[in-house]
């Protein structure tokens, strides 16, 4: 069974701040991890993905993830966070062959000026 | 740009009754999906959709749910007879390729339903 963990159901950071949200996998065969986000009364829109080329992977409005086995872990940052910025973040992980993704449960991020 | 769109954005029902959740995906989208989360907690798959055939199902997705495409554009979520612990958001997904590590999900912005 595949499973996703995000540390911090809620971070704040002030504008201009490094934005880091934690997610730690659980996966017995090679993961697909993704990162979703949901603005207030929007659906899920994927922010980036990570499907075994290379361990850092670039995503939209600045964001970054790292994947680090030996850690189990695809943390996503963005280096300044910005006032839009502010919304629920979600982990998830698949595997190849399957269509089903199991999602984390989420990290709601506020940005303060 | 297109979008995923879904019908209606909340509905409120009683206990036993019926319910049809109704979603428009990406017009050159083949494969389609239920996802749903209950207040407070994680989005949980329900049923992927593809051909006309349910491709994957969750334990979630027993004999009370269905799935239809009923016509070239829709797709539908049916719950038989609704129990209190269906509340929840639901949201419809498509995507142009079976294969989640080549081809994005697209969600739609959920239904939410509240059973009363």
């Known amino acids: 069974a595949q499973s996703v963990t995000q540390l911090g159901s809620h971070v704040s950071v002030s504008e201009g701040a490094l934005v880091l949200l934690r997610c730690n996998y659980s996966?017995?065969?090679?993961?697909?991890l993704f990162w979703y986000v949901q603005y207030p009364n929007q659906g899920l829109q994927l922010l980036l993905k990570?499907?075994?080329?290379?361990?850092l992977v670039k995503g939209i409005n600045g964001f970054e993830a790292e994947f680090k086995k030996s850690e189990t872990s695809f943390h996503l940052t963005k280096p300044s966070a910005h006032m839009s910025d502010a919304a629920e973040y979600f982990c998830?992980?698949?595997?190849?062959?399957?269509?089903?993704?199991?999602f984390g449960s989420g990290t709601r991020l506020q940005v303060q000026p | 740009e297109p979008e995923v769109t879904q019908t209606p954005s909340h509905q409120v029902t009683q206990m036993g009754q019926e319910v049809i959740l109704r979603c428009v995906p990406i017009?050159?989208?083949?494969?389609f999906y239920w996802y749903r989360q209950i207040l407070g907690q994680k989005v949980e798959f329900l049923v992927s959709?593809?051909?006309?055939?349910?491709?994957?199902k969750s334990e979630i997705f027993d004999d009370q749910f269905s799935v239809e495409r009923p016509d070239g554009s829709n797709f539908t979520l049916k719950i038989r007879s609704t129990k209190l612990e269906d509340s929840a958001m639901y949201f419809c997904?498509?995507?142009?390729?079976?294969?989640?590590?080549?081809?994005?999900?697209?969600f739609g912005e959920g239904s939410r339903l509240t059973v009363l």
């Open positions: 017009s050159n989208h083949l494969y």
């Open positions: 998830a992980v698949t595997r190849t062959g399957r269509r089903a993704l199991t």
């Open positions: 990570y499907t075994s080329a290379a361990t």
């Open positions: 996966s017995s065969v090679p993961p697909y």
């Open positions: 997904a498509s995507s142009e390729w079976d294969r989640v590590d080549t081809g994005e999900l697209f």
């Open positions: 959709f593809y051909n006309n055939e349910i491709s994957e």
